[in-house]
């Protein structure tokens, strides 16, 4: 019997098919992305790697973050939700509005959270149950809900002074040497990602993204399933707003302002399809650390506040013109 190379060429084959599995990870992709761009920066500031911008960019990022991971729920759904800055300002305004007025600051806290689920459960049957267009339904949900913010302050944002240092020990606080937003964060992120990758609603969801119609036929109560999905989403912006009240002790009517399009473009550089059907938490979380090392940067760099929005656009614009190359590529 001839000796053949047939199993060097088998293990060859097998290696090449590795290679490709772990490219095509976006998770990997990103880190990647990010310890290069981490690199450049260490050589053009000095400051880049230093202990204490290192906690800045990480505090920076917690409420994208948080934000982010309700918006790759309502992504991979095939939906989306443009209200999310304007409920995280709400829920701020709310709490602190009613801490101002004399109620206990986690009751208030409690209040704000229910704002913003009483939004979240309206986007919900309005998308789910009436059938309105995801884009349509948030945009006049973030006017409505940006209006409300308006109204109770006045437009003026609200200084909240004497509430309890066990709320301001949320956003301010230290535990075990490390800040308890990034705590916080860390919990939010591994529960999520437990639900995504464990839950049968969360198969459910992905289900919906990948093809509405065939999951409504297999049995998938299609509307319960948005109006659950959009009720998370406007939790954990009632969350970051509330924590961002907590962390600057101010109820400003535009905290969340422009944090739909950070949200967004961390989910989509994370692996989220403006199509539905793909997304992941952790691609959410590194998106989101990924734009807020751009953003540290730019001030790093001392390039103008005013040039991040400009940048987070084009940030945008490439992420999602990369998905749809990329899914072009995969449908040809």
């Known amino acids: 019997m001839q000796p053949t190379d047939t199993a060097p060429a088998n293990i060859q084959n097998e290696r090449e098919s590795w290679l490709r599995k772990v490219t095509r990870i976006r998770e990997l992709t990103i880190v990647l992305v990010i310890i290069v761009l981490c690199i450049i920066l260490s050589f053009l500031s000095s400051s880049f790697l230093s202990v204490d911008n ?25 939906g989306f939700d443009l209200s999310v800055g304007s409920v995280m300002s709400m829920a701020g305004v709310v709490t602190g509005s009613l801490a101002l007025n004399g109620m206990n600051v986690w009751l208030a806290a409690v209040f704000g959270l229910l704002a913003s689920l009483c939004s979240g459960l309206i986007t919900g049957l ?20 940006q209006g409300v913010a308006y109204v109770v302050t006045q437009g003026a944002p609200l200084s909240v002074t004497g509430v309890p240092k066990s709320f301001l020990y949320l956003g301010q606080g230290n535990l075990l040497g490390i800040p308890v937003l990034i705590w916080i964060l860390a919990v939010v992120v591994v529960v999520s990602d437990f639900i995504m990758r464990r839950a049968v ?68 550089i994370g692996g989220a399809s403006l199509t539905g059907g793909e997304g992941t938490v952790l691609g959410a979380l590194l998106g989101s650390v990924l734009v807020g090392i751009v953003n540290d940067a730019l001030v790093l760099l001392n390039v103008s506040v005013y040039w991040q929005s400009l940048v987070t656009g084009f940030v945008l614009i490439a992420a999602v013109t990369l998905d749809v190359l990329t899914h072009r590529k995969k449908t040809s």
């Open 54 to 78: 290192i906690v800045t960019t990480i505090l920076s990022i917690v409420m994208t973050a948080i934000v982010s991971v309700g918006m790759t729920v309502a992504l991979v759904s095939g």
């Open 201 to 268: 609603v969360a198969r459910k969801v992905y289900y919906i993204g990948s093809n509405e119609a065939a999951a409504y036929l297999s049995g998938i109560r299609v509307s319960k399933v948005k109006v659950w999905i959009y009720i998370f989403t406007a939790l954990l912006a009632g969350i970051a707003g509330i924590l961002t009240l907590s962390r600057f002790s101010v109820a400003a009517p535009t905290a969340g302002q422009g944090m739909e399009l950070q949200a967004i473009a961390a989910c989509i």
């Open 126 to 145: 309005f998308i789910g149950k009436v059938k309105i267009n995801p884009f349509i339904m948030t945009l006049g949900m973030q006017g409505v809900v």
